[in-house]
Structure formats: structure tokens, C-alpha cells
């Protein structure tokens, strides 16, 4: 089970993901439309009509099949998409528990990420989403150019159930309404992050525009998008939350004058033989998060963070 308020110890089994994740997506988007409609779309049955799609959208994108090398790559509000996509890594999976060997993705997985991309941009009217690039390459670790693409489509359709694609101000409100989450729960901690610049729409992209790629080890990351295909940004909240206060005793001792380093500290703690992910995720899920004057402070519903993201669009960048 992957219910948020139990979820799965291992994640999803690798072999099951690519049928997984699309039957998530889809019961995600279309909740009205029942678990069976959502479950049709994980079946071997349907993958004749994905990559029909694909090959319709790949052709309205790329009228001639040599445009493909020559199109510019959207940018999705990064400073160098071909640099994140170009020097993504992935954890080698040789067995050996606790290792995540660094390997840069292959270039015909670039290649495809670049192409769903493109086809994100012109067939879906996709202009900015941060944390698009980084959703599309852990999709192909598990599944072809065609289901990712298909994933993707439903993604955007039910926006902001994953990612914001209403352009840099909504971007600017996910992270503002995490700001303001983690100084209702730890306001010594927020008042640290906010004096050198982790509380700003830069300060938060390791975890809304990178989705944690450059924090935790790639396995990890992976286990967290198991629950984010399933429950949506929250995830986002919870274990950005989780892995602030997992950290926050750490983080206070230390003469950290810089948002860099503040992340870079985050990491070497998150890769240390010590580093317990099933700690992390326990955390993430528990009922309460912290006290504050006696009381136990639990995270805002789906409705709250909806609320609080609307009214943090006017917050400037």
C-alpha cells in the first residue's frame, strides 16, 4: 500500500513501476472517474494507444525528423536545461546495499528526455515548470519515451496536483508557502534559513525545482517519487519538512553563512553511512510534526496548502 498514512517500507517493486506510476497518475487526475479507469491505463492492453499518441505528438513537434537535433530546448525556468539533463546522474544498480554509485545518464536516455520535453513545451503549452525536467528523467528510469510522455500529459492536465506550470509567480507561491510551513513548525530554524537566503524561490530549488536530485542519494529520490506520483506536491512538503527538522540540531551548531552551503552540509549529511531513509520517512508521516507553546502541530491538509498557495501568487520573486 501506498497510502499516505502508511507507506510502502521498500517503495515500489522495480519491475512494477512503469505500470505503477501510470495508474497513479491517471486515479490522481481523474479521482472521478473510479480505480478502474486508472488501473486500464497501467495494462500492457493500452500501450498500443500510448505510443500511437506519441508518434501524433512527436510528429506535430517535429514536422521534419531532422528538427529534432536542431529545436531549441525549452528551458522550464532553468539557467542551462542542457547541463541538468547532460550531467543528470543515476545510482548504478549493482546490488550493493548502501552504495549509489554515480553515473551519468546514457545519451540516448538524454535524448529521449530532451523529446518528451520538446513535446511537453509544444503539444502541452508547458513554458515554465522547474521541477519538470527532473520528473520526466526519474519517469524514464522505469518506463519508455511514449508512457512517460503520456504520464506527463495527465500531470499537466491536473496541475498543480504535481508541479505548478502557471509560470515563475505560482512557482514563487509553492515556495513561499513551504517558507512560511517551516516557520510555523520551526521558527528558529526558518529565521536561520531566511538570514542567508534558503527561504527564497532560489534558496528552496533543491527541493521545488530539482526535486531533491542534488540532496539525497538517487535511490532515495526515487523511493520519494513513488509517493509523489500517488499523493502529489505534498510529498514535496513532507520531506522537505522531514528533512529540515531531521537536520535542524546539526545545522544550529554550524557557522553557515551561505544558502550553498547550507545545502551542501545537507548533503554530505544525507550521504553518510548514518543516514537512515527509513527514519526520514517516518518522519515525514508522522501524525504530529512539533510543538510549539504545548501544543502539537500537525501539517496543513490539502485544502490549507491550496489556499496558502493562492494567496502567496502575489508574492514577488
Known sequence: SLRPSQPHPCGVPEGMRCAVYLAAVYRTVHADRGAAFADEHGLM??????????????????????????????????????????????????????????TKIHPEGARRASAVLQVAHAVYGVEHAPLLPDVVLLLLTCMDAACASA???????????????????????????????????????????????????????????????????????????????????????????????????????????????????VRSLAYAPAFDFELLQKKAYERFLGRRLGRRRRLPGRRHLARALKLNETWPR
Request: with cysteine; charged share 20%; glycine share 6%.
Open 45 to 102: 492492453a493500452k500501450k498500443a494507444v500510448l505510443d500511437h499518441g506519441w508518434k501524433i505528438s512527436l510528429k506535430a513537434t517535429f514536422p521534419n525528423p531532422d528538427d529534432e537535433e536542431d529545436a531549441p530546448l525549452p528551458a522550464f525556468g532553468h539557467a542551462s536545461i542542457h547541463d541538468l539533463i547532460e550531467n543528470y546522474v543515476v545510482a548504478s544498480l549493482d546490488g550493493t546495499p548502501g552504495v549509489d554509485s554515480r
Open 151 to 265: 504520464a506527463v500529459r495527465e500531470m499537466v492536465a491536473g496541475s498543480p496536483r504535481y508541479f505548478p506550470c502557471g509560470g515563475p509567480t505560482e512557482h514563487a507561491a509553492w515556495c513561499r508557502t513551504f517558507a512560511e510551513t517551516v516557520r510555523h513548525f520551526y521558527p528558529e530554524t526558518h529565521a536561520l534559513m531566511e538570514e542567508i537566503g534558503a527561504t527564497s524561490t532560489e534558496g528552496l530549488a533543491p527541493i521545488f525545482a530539482r526535486f531533491f536530485v542534488t540532496v539525497l542519494p538517487h535511490e532515495c529520490v526515487r523511493r520519494i517519487f513513488d509517493m509523489y506520483l500517488c499523493e502529489g506536491y505534498k510529498v514535496l512538503f513532507r520531506f522537505g519538512l522531514a528533512l529540515i527538522a531531521s537536520f535542524k540540531s546539526e545545522m544550529k551548531n554550524m557557522q553557515i553563512t551561505d544558502v550553498l552551503t547550507w545545502w551542501g552540509v
